[in-house]
């Protein structure tokens, strides 16, 4: 045997190594969920006469095999690994940039974004009332310096300029420019250096601009109290999951302090009371993003206990409004949040309960271009 | 299945050579075909018949043919009629539609076209069967009466789907019976890892950059950019393919076959027509024994030649795709192969550094030509290549991609095969052989990148 393996060493290494890997596969339990990606994992599909016929069973037991690989974590950091010592500056589509600040890597509109400003623009023109529009660029825009040099992504601040311009002949449309407060401080923390969302400080410029769209009086956080302000910190967000390597600091969450309030998500068929805006159990997980607004609900109202402004607005939006939403508690009595992605009502229905409701549209860029569910805006 | 993949490398490998080796020899090619029939049949299950349906008829031909001897005329309807089937088939899987949008396109028609998908490997194995009928009639080879053993030829799976082409005269002796040592399942080892790495570690690394002009859009790159996608996609076919014939060679090892060397370094020609010998050579073989030298070859006077040339590489062009820029990159290799037949080669022979500059630049524009499938995208490709234009997009790319593609240009020269070839039999080829291995199953456990790239031969 010993005379083997010193005569055959490839052999016996690949018999040895392939055939305890299909051992692993078969006896070790499926995980369930991805912690270093955030992400669900396909489990092993079981063969079904309809699955083999139609190719279904196939595609996911591949998939299945991918992410059930066993020590699946550790080849994916080797591979990032590697990737750096082939000076690679990216990985799986993240770019690393100046000081560890991980950006998105867009090179090209999708083409869902034609479809979605269309239906967003006939949205608006058909509306019988005032619609304010926001769109919030990420941070490859705001912050190009802080980019590896010479990497030239797509400019989406043409394109938010041009779906304005579009829209500037409709009277009902009141869009509101975030891009130029964002870039007045982009040597600040505005945006996360992990993560794709901005940060509550980015969050507070948009807020800024939007207060002047909307004829706000902005809330000025010295006005707080200095125990309004709350802080988290080893946040890891989305861009580091599909990044996963080497010397990239975690980021700190902060928070602040809202009037005392009511918030009901209304998306299922019961309500579902919370106690404040954040969720802080989720401060304790992976994804510490989530704790703003506990999450994306369908469908949920933020009501003030004492009402004295006089306001109500009606907010469709994406997850980055999730931190910017607390201060607009400071100028609305009652907030209702739409999240297309998961409301399954009928919104032409809850614009005619708030008839007198500021309507507004504020989403990220990437968002406007990617998603589709911008259709239900018709339902 | 393709080889790269975690489902065959930690599935299907144990699995099916476990039962292989165990297997008494007299059914390891049933064994051999069950296995090739589930490797084929699992992204591909609707394509079975069609490719069992070609070696029946192909094996009722053949038996035809042979049982003709004699009868002149009719053992040739008989020849030519499964020649006209072959043909017929990879034509209507393959080029229907090409034709019936062309026709519309020229003759205002407007035909519906066709509900096919290209089959896998079609190109291959249609050119596989065709040997062994060609063979069978001009009397090389002896009939073949098994159907398994036949079978077993045609969708053997090492190179069932992207080569390399091996034509039936190869291997009929290893079909009827093969001895399997421990030494060849080594060595047939060594190569598929080599293989794999030159797949996963390097095509599919440089092959991101190709992909990424793609997303920016040709007309917004630079000159510097475009060139540096070129050599990309350069790397990337070569490592690519000839990643997948030495995993081929590998298996075939393996399974106690010995299949022909596909590759042998074509970077380090001197002349296209050097190229040529160097790159796909089971392809370029086929095309002579098959096609040029049953045209006569060169000797039937120098027109002839000429014609035969320009039928070849048409031909050769267009069955690397269906469509018009395969047709050009063919043609344009007549060009230059006829240019260095009257008088280039003479010339080159002279200048050796000139020789590989002018080599390398006629192979690298030729990859564009053949990776741009829209012509006014090719258009716009080869001016942004020749027509200069400035800007610092290469800057970020040549940082993230010099190191991998000076790796590949150093590992398309023989220089690396020396180097390795020394240790390979060492401690130190295994180490470099289980290290190459777990880096190939990270790339893959985090892939979001892994092309295919010969679903449209």
Redesign the interface.
Known sequence: MAGFIRKYPVTVFFAVIISAFLIGYLVKPDTEFSELENRYLTKRPSVTLKGVSDGSFMETFETYTAEQLPFRNAFIRLKAAAERVMLKKENNGIVCGRDGQLFEKLLAYNKNLQRNEDIIASFINDSDRRVFLGIIPNSFEIQKDRLPRGLTMMSEKEAIDGFYERLSESKYCKTVNIYDELDAHRDERIYYFTDHHWTTRGAYYGYLSLCRALDLEPVELESLPEDAVKRAQGFYGTYYAKYKGIGISPDEITWYDTPELSYVNQSGSEPVYHDGLYDINKLSGYDKYAMFMYGNPGIAVAELEKKEHGRELILLKDSYSNCLIPFFTYNYDRITVIDLRYFGGKLSEVLEKSGEADLLLLYNFSHLNEDSNFYKLRS | MVFS???F???F???FF?VYYITPKRAKNAVLFAGSIVFYG??E?KYLILILVSVLFNYLAGLLINALYGRTALRRAVFSLSVAFNTGVLFFFKYINFFIININRLAGTSITQADVTLPLGISFYTFQIMSYIIDLYRERVAVERSFLRLGTYIVMFPQLIAGPIVVYSEVNEGLLGRRII??D??EG??LF?VGLASKVMIAN?VGRLWN?IG???FSNISTALAWLGAIAFTLQIYFDFNGYSLMAVGLGRMLGFCFPRNFNYPYISGSVTEFWRRWHITLSSWFRDYLYIPLGGNRRGRLRTYVNLFIVWFVTGFWHGADWNFILWGIYFFILILLERIFLLRFLEKHGIFSHVYTMLAVIVSWVIFAVTDLKELGVYLGRMFLPRTG?????????????ILLGCVLSTPAAKGLYGRVKDG?C??VI??VL???C????????FNPFLYFRF
């Open positions: 993949s975690l489902l490398l930690f599935w490998m144990p699995l476990a699992w992204g299950p421990p030494g399942a080594e080892l060594k890892v690394n990424e997303e920016i859009g610092s997009d290469a800057l970020y790319y040549l940082g993230n991609y010099g190191f991998i401690l080829g295994t052989s289980a291995f777990f880096l199953v990270a790339y893959l456990a985090d892939a979001s």
